[in-house]
């Protein structure tokens, strides 16, 4: 039997309906994403085949009409579950925009929504989400479009949001590695040694990296690179050239930059940009 494969295929655009959001439709076989995160809410819904991921410590399996939600900042990563690959579109959505239609929905102010890890099964939801964002890509019709993204998101937030319960961590641990994240992202341009992480924190470069690696789920080198490529962001929607942005944001060169990009975004920086 002949399985048809989907072919690597990404287009990121942006509608006015929704400032500050980014909107993917998409398809892949052969790429996989490297453990990474999204400043934004991670909204996807898969239209066909199936999308493997780790997130949190655990692997999922999404399939065809399910909602694998990820929440901001965290680590996840993104490849093919089937032979066939998978088809999805997905919504960026902001912190603000979502913390704000949870406030209108409740009639009260709400703390940040928490999605629970795992996948959302709600085929009505995904019907809803899938509508919503045909509409938005298609800007025939804003009214229609953006009532649809409305009543599909505050479905998600009644039916899935809830408050995020931490466990109880040391003081001392989140304010060393809150102090190395400042290091870290001081200036993204300028070198930095191991040694100097360690030292504004008092520990050994050993147990410095040992306990960011814990805390944030990636070492210090390439947790700097996934801010580097976040703030990468907004000088190329800007129109900044790539050369310029990869030499700002502290990439050794622009194929670097790239390499990196892609893995993160799926498809180069040039084609983003364009986008």
């Known amino acids: ?51 493997g991921y780790r997130y949190l410590g655990t692997d999922y399996v999404a399939e065809a009409g399910s909602v694998p939600i990820i929440n901001p900042g965290e680590l996840h990563t993104g490849a093919r579950a089937i032979e066939e690959g998978w088809r999805y579109r997905v919504l960026y959505a902001p912190v603000d925009f979502i913390q704000q239609l949870a406030t ?89 040694l191991l040694a100097e992480l360690a030292g504004a924190v008092g520990l050994s470069p050993f147990h410095a990296a040992r306990l960011f690696t814990q805390t944030t789920g990636l070492p210090p080198h390439a947790w700097r690179n996934q ?8 000088p190329l929607r800007a129109g900044v050239s790539v050369t310029e942005v990869a030499a700002a944001s502290g990439f050794t060169d622009q194929s670097h930059f790239t390499r990196h990009f892609r893995r993160m975004f799926g498809v180069p920086p040039g084609r983003w940009q364009s986008a």
């Not at 309906?17 to 819904?45: C, K, M, N, R």
Request: hydrophobic share 45%; with cysteine; charged share 20%.
């Open 1 to 51: 039997m002949t399985v048809t494969r989907f072919r690597d295929s990404a287009h990121y655009w942006r509608t006015p309906l929704l400032p500050g959001a980014d909107l993917l439709t998409a398809e892949y076989h052969d790429h996989q994403f490297s453990p990474h995160w999204h400043d934004a809410y991670t909204i996807p819904v898969i239209v066909a085949g199936a999308e």
């Open 104 to 192: 209108d929905v409740a009639g009260q102010p709400q703390a940040l929504p928490w999605f629970e890890p795992g996948v959302i099964r709600d085929l009505d939801l995904a019907q809803r989400l899938a509508r919503a964002h045909r509409l938005l890509e298609a800007q025939a019709d804003p009214l229609a479009a953006q009532a649809a993204m409305l009543d599909a998101l505050s479905m998600l937030l009644v039916r899935y949001s809830g408050n995020r319960t931490r466990p109880a961590s040391l003081a001392a641990d989140d304010a060393r590695v809150a102090t190395m994240k400042e290091c870290l992202t001081g200036d993204l341009a300028a070198p930095l």
């Open 227 to 234: 801010v580097r490529l976040q703030r990468a962001l907004a």
